[in-house]
């Protein structure tokens, strides 16, 4: 067995934690070369750049019928992402009906917590909405899909999508990271309130194993290092702010959610709270379940055609007028 970064990190200790979430986003299919087919692949598209590190994605253009419409496919589970990762499923699944596949890897943990990784997703959009024309699709059709950490991110795309800033040197910095649609699996919502009111937790309790994305730094200038945060106060509020629920409004794209009710990682709860201030808001949402489900299961190819037709949905024009 080949020994890669990705395989290494699959045999650590943290495996048990994350493995199912991360699988559904690497299946591969029986038959690559017949996947080849449906599209060209142009990898390790450089999207950003930080502490000398380059961030990249993989981008999927159908072979034929594109639609115009793009699909962020968040690479990530338990936060932790790897160009390996990347594999034929679920993209064929897009390219299948049109869809031009934008398959991002971000700054992963352990190196990176959460609000760096979120950061890094908000510059994948930047850079995707400016080069919109270079891919032939429409800038203000996008959509993002992931599973668990890749659907908690997915979701802060969603909810808190930044507008750009016209004054920016930076010319991808200008332009928006909101994005049109959102289609994820058991994505965590909300730090604050997990799994039942008041439950705090950041990387310790169901989320153990999930300790180094939480370890919130910043950079002391006076020391010239990089300072763990220790103020209860400020880790809170830093938890509010990756807490997707936080950012709900009525502008929010539609969104849909699948989660299994026996999920012990990222509880139901936290799928159905989400779900209901957004419809709260006047949101268009749905929340499918799936009963006696976990984290992960294993028909959930299937229901990656769900996200599939929720894009469609939401995303594809109406036929014009006779």
Known sequence: MPQNGLLQFLNSPMKPAWILALASLCVPLASAAASDAQYTRMEDVIYGRKHGMALTMDVFTPAKDANGIGVVLVISGG???SHEAIKHFPVTEFVARGYTVFAVVHGSQPKFTI???VADMHRAVRYIRHHARDYKIDPDRIGVAGGSAGGHLSLMLGTAGQQGDPDAKDPVA???????AVACFYPPTDFLNYG???EYELGHGVLADYRAPFDFR????GQKIFQ??????RIREIARQISP???????DPPTLIIHGDADKLVPIQQAETFLAKLKEAGVPAKLVVRPGAEHGWKDMRRDWLLLVDWFDKHLKKP???P
């Open 115 to 117: 609000p760096e990784i």
């Open 319 to 321: 036929p014009a007028a």
């Open 218 to 221: 910043e950079f002391d200038e």
């Open 228 to 233: 763990r945060i220790t103020d209860e106060e």
């Open 174 to 180: 200008r332009v928006s990271s909101r994005v049109q």
């Open 196 to 198: 039942k009111p008041e």
């Open 245 to 251: 629920i936080t950012h709900v409004s009525s502008d």
């Open 79 to 81: 936060w932790f992402s």
